[in-house]
DNA sequence: TAGTGGTCTAGACCACTTC
DNA sequence: AAGTGGTCTAGACCACTAA
């Protein structure tokens, strides 16, 4: 073990600053060329301690404004209550929640959260459906904000054969979205009924840090999502990055013989 | 949407090439300064493309020898299956496969793998086994390996009231293990019927990164159990950390009303 | 417009690994 | 000894934010 990096000094000595609390959650830190003069340091090297620390998830950085201490965000409990049909059937607007923006929260441009269209199906998508491997399906793929912040991407594969010309295959932005899936295959006589998820978690790429605004360090988690009929026709698949920071999966089930 | 920054171009393509696979796991990738001739850039330019990589979990770098394709460990895939009574029923040595080493796995040094002490409730598990905080409960920690290699933690904590005597309470390492146990509940009129499992991911801390033998870049999956009887008495609290990349779980259940 | 983060160059030195 | 990743300097330009 010998001396560590100038730029690993810095990041030490703001991240002992922080957890001190003599720097606060949302506060600013200092600028990349206040901490190069600071420590006598080139302004790349003081940027490199930044950059660390955003690796860590310690620090947000936005670009012309400044770097903050990260603010925690509240954590979300995902349980399969998050798909009860009283959330989707009586009314009209609020569909199962986690994978909708809430009420309260301001949506970014229509065509940023929401996107419907018509994609060859890949390899993965194409089995679960049980269609030919790049033959047209509807792809709905959304990113989800909560009070602003982006929690988590959410893309919905559906056959064309089922959802053709109903409120899911609009392209409109907006107009499929606070409908539901859900409520649209029940009124196609195509019910939801069992939900299979496949969860596992891995660092971000650089692009899934970007759109989440995480760190690269802050590890994302997969959800890959199954619905069926109770017939066992599969009506939706989908596919979602969450940032794991932000949620907690629960589920109970009875153990099998 | 603008260019993508040089470094970011070369990291992409270096991950094109990993994802079709003409870069294989273990393989070395390109040097720095030959990245820096390829692509025209400078040698900074081409190291960052790589931190970029390592940050990602794609490449992990050795100092002095190269840049190599992360090597992938195969996967396991977690149901509710791995809890089945057949499983710890009717054999002995098998218990619940996912917190057991398999059979053709060597054990590490008993003490290492299994430890069971009686020590003070934290305040997660006196609230979900109702003991007051700080009282003692017995608690079974394990390390599991598959393959040799280490793939998760598993802690266990249990009433002393009701496992006092049992093999479950046996410190002598290995004891507890094989016999698993829900077997012993059974035998004890308190069978296992229902699970409840929370999920989280996030980064490793530089102990468990250790423990677990993966990079600070590669997450953790906190997962929480808590095992109740058919009267929702709970018999058990367990905590696991497993390494992220080795396993997927898979829950399948009906939408709720 | 002034201040900020993001990224780049060209060259340098160090520590480590491999032969 | 040769090759490798890790890090640094000093200065530069760009894109973005905020007043």
Redesign the interface.
């Known amino acids: 073990m010998t001396d560590r990096a100038p730029s690993q000094q810095i990041a030490d000595a703001l991240r002992a600053e922080i957890s001190a609390g003599r720097l606060s959650p949302g506060q600013r830190v200092p600028a990349v060329r206040d901490l190069a003069e600071r420590y006598k340091v080139s302004r790349t090297t003081a940027s490199r301690a930044l950059m660390l620390l955003k ?3 310690v620090i947000v950085t936005r670009h012309g404004s400044g770097s903050y201490v990260r603010e925690s965000h509240p ?1 979300r ?1 995902l349980g ?2 998050r ?4 959330r989707w059937q009586v009314t009209t607007v609020d569909t199962y929640a986690a994978d909708m923006p809430s009420p309260d929260t301001e949506q970014r441009q229509g065509h940023q959260t929401q996107e419907v269209n018509l994609v060859p199906a890949s390899d993965v998508v194409a089995r679960v459906l049980d269609v030919p491997a790049g033959s047209d399906v509807y792809e709905r793929a959304r990113i989800v904000t909560r009070s602003g912040v982006p929690t988590h991407t959410m893309t919905s594969y559906y056959r064309p054969t089922d959802v053709a010309g109903t409120p899911i295959a609009d392209p409109s932005p907006g107009i499929a979205g606070p409908r539901g899936g859900f409520a649209v295959f029940t009124d196609l006589g195509m019910e ?15 692009h899934e840090a970007e759109i989440l605004e995480i760190g ?6 997969e959800l890959h999502r199954t619905t069926r009929t109770k017939d066992g026709y599969v009506i939706e698949y989908a596919y979602g990055v969450h940032a ?2 932000r ?11």
Chains 1, 2 share one sequence.
Not at 192 to 206: C, F, N, V
Not at 216 to 221: G, I, N
Not at 247 to 257: A, K, R
Request: hydrophobic share 35%.
């Open positions: 690796g860590e998830g954590i409990r399969p209550d798909y009860a049909r009283h939801p009924h069992q939900i299979t998820e496949e969860l596992s978690a891995r660092p971000p790429t650089s690269l360090a802050e590890p994302v988690v794991a920071s949620f907690v999966w629960s589920y109970t089930f009875d153990i099998p013989d």
